[in-house]
């Protein structure tokens, strides 16, 4: 029956080892072979030169008649394609690794005439990926194929191999197979649609399918430094008068501290398409490139902005968007890249469905921005190897290296070639101990060895077994710089009985805000990020690292976080009694007593004071307000969210200026007219909760009549008239020491004044509370609570008042951690989290 079928198969060795790479002008890469397939001498091609694949002495071709060399006299199109190196059989170029991590392979096709090569059948496939399959020039336009790949290797050699289809041939011009510098590629990027973090993909292949220099000139491998090649944009417009391309002169780009020339040559960078002058009654419209795709795909999109059109800072905002997935809302170019001129990239994972074969990406002008302008210097698309780790179709390397036959056919098989088998199988024994031996021998690199297709499919199987540990990498970066426990997502999942809504606490612009319970029996806040919010990776890592140093009993703290699997979420203590404005309106809970709105007054201010004046650079929260300062179970107060907030004023300047964030309603006007932020914006916005505080009412409440819409200026106007006490809580009407609200009137009038330097610090702040406190509480022990004056509270212990927290300091590590009032903060217990709404 089939008993002879398999018999022809052949077993073709075509070992290549180069000893040492080429040698090239500045800080060559570790692994650089170009070669010339076929060729008889070294050929100049871009500037580089591609020497013949025979050209070694540690070249070795086992079976010379299966590979045919054919040269062309004909007028190739370039250099390269006047040579092919033709396979009739399976056969492998196996190439020494010096380094590990990403490679180019670029491969040139190019079907020389009076061969009959168009209908040859080109698959190739390294040990881990299938790169190309069943390729014919029968069925495509072009004159030549040019493909490139960034494969991670993760061994000392690479092979490879070319697979002919039955009865025909397949064929190769020229491969280049050169290191990549570690940095270019990252593991992670943010998937849209579905939209979530991606992450692994420094164990996936990547394909280019598409390099753009938007509005500039083909740049090719000479006008780069990794080799790589740039087209211009214009034919893949969707609209080409929707776009007009601007220039600069590349030496203006300025290339910063995250991106240096190899991501993008400047070149690039001083090219770009902005909005076209098109005569439409909109001027509010995309700009779309629309790129045809293989469906069933992901692609990694690598976007590229350098602003070198504006004349000012934050005057460029737009929106990017791939496949009408909003990928980057309100991109402010310049606050990114830090400056005008600055390159600056994002790179996006999306994924392509079976109903379509077209990837757009779409620009367009914010609705916020002062112009209305948008600007795209460079795309990058590249395809992503799929379940069958293929780049193309569905089956697997093991698939298409034809395996030998199972056991069960062995009878008749070696009825009928048994010749053959036994060979085969000596071969393969052979190879399986040259294997064992060489691992245990691992500087053996120079000699050569023949490597049997069989040998091949073993090194699959065992490398795609040792490939499996993902997941587990990320954390072990952050883990190793103790930075608070580390949670697997398990874990998490435990914890949050995998994230029920009902145990959600609140929904702010980082994420949701989870009520969890560890195994211990801990209750904690788990913060979940979004990964569609600003804060990328590297600024949650910043996060992270800022919290875990801040250590403070009246700073929410931070036990732990979770990285797995891209995710970004941040463990809290949990904070029983919620934030304070539950406490003061809007719900059913009870009162607060005079005394205890002090006292938590006093412990937000200690936070605050901390955060201004207890790390070496001082730390602006940006965002106090009655829902960022929570209360534990004895209602001890603790400033929350301050992860986002902007470290300060270094000492030789006296602000910092940022775009303007925070809550309407305790935003600093000064801050808000002049986007200098300083810790006296922070001691405003105090200010306000302190009018919060004493009126239970929202800093804003629009519904009232004008004139009390603000808070703010609501009640200065009765401080001001020394007549604070008509707009307070009716609650504490009768309940409060007048001299005490007396002095908290004052600190409020204080904290609220139009500008920052007439405001108290955060200390000053402190210091008049307790005061206040001080003369409720003697108040109270002298059973005078209607005391109208400060006259007859002799005797405070002024002195024994701590204006300043001196106790405060910079922790660093975890475990070490005091605060203020000598208690360990790692064991003070349980406490809850925020409800955050936007407006951050
Ligand atoms: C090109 O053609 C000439 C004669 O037409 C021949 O002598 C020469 O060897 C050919 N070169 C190659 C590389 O085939
Ligand atoms: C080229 O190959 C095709 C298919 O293998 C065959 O049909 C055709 O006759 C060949 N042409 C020449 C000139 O060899
Ligand atoms: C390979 O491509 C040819 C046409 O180019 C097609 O006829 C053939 O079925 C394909 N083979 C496989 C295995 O896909
Ligand atoms: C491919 O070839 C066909 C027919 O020759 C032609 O209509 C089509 O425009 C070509 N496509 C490209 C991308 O050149
Ligand atoms: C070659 O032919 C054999 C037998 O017909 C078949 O099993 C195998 O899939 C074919 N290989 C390719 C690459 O088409
Ligand atoms: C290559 O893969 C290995 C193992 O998965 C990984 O440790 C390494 O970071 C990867 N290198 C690059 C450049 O992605
Ligand atoms: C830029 O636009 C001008 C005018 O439309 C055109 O002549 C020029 O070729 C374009 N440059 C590039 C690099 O596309
Ligand atoms: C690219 O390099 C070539 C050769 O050095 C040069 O002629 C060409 O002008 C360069 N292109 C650009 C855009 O600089
Ligand atoms: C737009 O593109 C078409 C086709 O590529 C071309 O014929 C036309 O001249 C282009 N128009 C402009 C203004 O560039
Ligand atoms: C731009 O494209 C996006 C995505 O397709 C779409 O949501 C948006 O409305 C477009 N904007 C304009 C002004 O057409
Ligand atoms: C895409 O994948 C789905 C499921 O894997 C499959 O049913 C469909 O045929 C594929 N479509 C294409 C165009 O490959
Ligand atoms: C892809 O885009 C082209 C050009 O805009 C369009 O003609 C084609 O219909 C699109 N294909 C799909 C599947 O959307």
Redesign the pocket.
């Known amino acids: 029956m089939n008993i002879v079928k398999w018999a022809p198969i052949v077993v073709a060795v075509f070992v290549l080892e180069y000893v040492g790479s080429f040698t090239f002008a500045a800080s060559p890469p570790a692994d650089n072979y170009m070669l010339a397939c076929g060729s008889s001498q070294d050929v100049t091609f871009l500037g580089q030169t591609y020497i013949p694949d025979s050209a070694q002495s540690s070249f070795s071709l086992k079976s010379q008649l299966d590979s045919v060399v054919a040269t062309s006299n004909s007028t190739a199109p370039f250099p390269i394609y006047q040579s092919a190196r033709i396979f009739t059989s399976t056969t492998s170029y196996r190439f020494n690794i010096k380094q590990e991590g990403r490679h180019w392979i670029r491969l040139h096709f190019y079907p020389i005439p009076k061969r009959n090569l168009s209908s040859a059948s080109i698959t190739v496939v390294t040990e881990d990926f299938v790169l190309l399959h069943n390729f014919s020039f029968s069925s495509y336009n072009g004159s030549y194929l040019f493909k490139e790949y960034a494969i991670n290797v993760t061994s000392s050699s690479l092979s490879i191999t070319f697979i002919p289809r039955n009865n025909s041939v397949a064929f190769v011009n020229a491969i280049e197979v050169v290191s990549v510098p570690d940095n270019l590629f990252p593991d992670q990027a943010v998937a849209v649609s579905p939209s979530g973090p991606f992450n692994g993909l420094s164990e996936l292949a990547l394909e280019t399918v598409y390099r753009l220099?938007m509005?500039?000139?083909l740049l090719t491998a000479q006008n780069d430094t990794l080799g790589r090649t740039w087209e211009?944009?214009?034919k893949y417009l969707h609209v080409n008068s929707s776009a007009?391309?601007v220039?600069v002169n590349p030496s203006n780009i300025k290339y910063g501290a995250t991106v240096s020339p190899e991501i993008a040559p400047n070149y690039v960078y001083a090219?770009a398409e902005t909005m076209g002058d098109a005569n439409v009654a909109n001027v509010n419209f995309n700009i779309t490139w629309v790129l045809a795709v293989d469906p069933n795909f992901s692609y990694f999109v690598r976007v590229h902005f350098c602003d070198i059109v504006s004349k000012s800072l934050n005057s460029l905002i737009f929106n990017l968007y791939i496949n009408t997935d909003i990928a980057l809302g309100s991109l402010d170019l310049s606050n990114q890249a830090g400056n005008l001129d600055v390159p600056y990239y994002r790179d996006f994972v999306s994924k392509i469905s079976s109903d379509t074969n077209n990837l757009t990406v779409s620009i367009g002008p914010d609705t916020s921005a002062d112009f209305t302008n948008a600007i795209m210097n460079g795309l990058e698309i590249m395809k992503i190897s799929n379940d069958a780790r293929s780049l193309i179709g569905l089956l697997s390397v093991e698939d298409l290296l034809v395996l030998p036959p199972k056991k069960s056919k062995m009878g008749i098989i070696i009825g009928s070639v048994a010749g053959g088998v036994a060979a085969l199988l000596f071969i393969g024994l052979c190879y399986f101990c040259l294997i064992t031996r060489r691992s245990k021998e691992p500087q053996q690199g120079s000699s050569w060895l023949p490597l049997p297709l069989y040998g091949n499919s073993l090194t699959v199987t065992k490398m795609s077994t040792t490939s499996q540990k993902s997941g587990t990498a990320s954390c072990i970066s952050l883990a190793s710089s103790n930075l608070g426990r580390f949670f697997t997502f398990q874990e998490i999942m435990d914890a949050t009985n995998k994230f029920d809504e009902s145990l959600l606490l609140g929904v702010g612009g980082f994420g949701r805000v989870y009520k969890g319970t560890l195994e211990d029996g801990t209750r904690v806040a788990v913060k979940r990020g979004n990964p569609r919010s600003e804060q990328g990776l590297a600024e949650f890592r910043t996060e992270i690292e800022m919290l875990s140093k801040l250590r403070h009993r009246h700073l929410v703290s931070l036990i732990g976080y979770c990285d797995e699997r891209s995710e970004m979420i941040l463990v809290y203590e949990y904070m029983a009694n919620g934030p304070l404005r539950s406490h003061l309106y809007g719900t059913d809970l009870p009162p607060l007593s005079w005394k205890q709105r002090l006292e938590i007054c006093i412990g937000a201010a200690r936070g605050l004071h901390y955060l201004h004046t207890g790390a070496a650079q001082s730390i602006i929260h940006r965002d106090v307000k009655t829902t960022n300062i929570l209360l534990e179970e004895n209602f001890v107060a603790k400033v929350a969210d301050f992860g986002l907030s902007k470290t300060g004023p270094a000492l030789d300047q006296t602000h910092v200026s940022t775009a303007v964030k925070g809550s309407f309603g305790y935003l600093d006007p000064e801050y808000f007219r002049r986007q200098q932020l300083t810790e006296k914006s922070d001691v405003y916005s105090f200010g306000v909760v302190l009018m919060e505080v004493l009126c239970t009412r929202p800093a804003l409440n629009p519904v009232l009549p004008r004139e009390q819409v603000n808070i703010a200026e609501w009640a200065m106007t009765w401080q001001k008239k020394g007549m604070l006490d008509q707009i307070m809580d009716k609650n504490l009407v009768g309940k409060v020491n007048t001299a005490s609200l007396k002095k908290f009137g004052e600190t409020a009038e204080k904290c609220l004044a139009e500008h920052g330097v007439d405001r108290p610090s955060m200390g000053d702040v402190l210091w008049n509370l307790e005061y206040a406190l001080q003369l409720e509480e003697t108040s109270s022990a002298l059973m005078e609570p209607d005391d109208n004056s400060t006259n007859h509270i002799p005797g405070i212990p002024l002195t024994t008042l701590e204006p300043f927290d001196n106790s405060v300091s910079m922790i660093e590590g975890v475990n070490s951690g005091t605060d203020d009032d000598g208690e360990d903060v790692a064991t003070s217990a349980v406490f809850s989290q925020l409800v955050n709404p936007r407006g951050r």
């Open positions: 220099n509005g500039g000139p211009n944009d214009v007009v391309n220039s090219t």
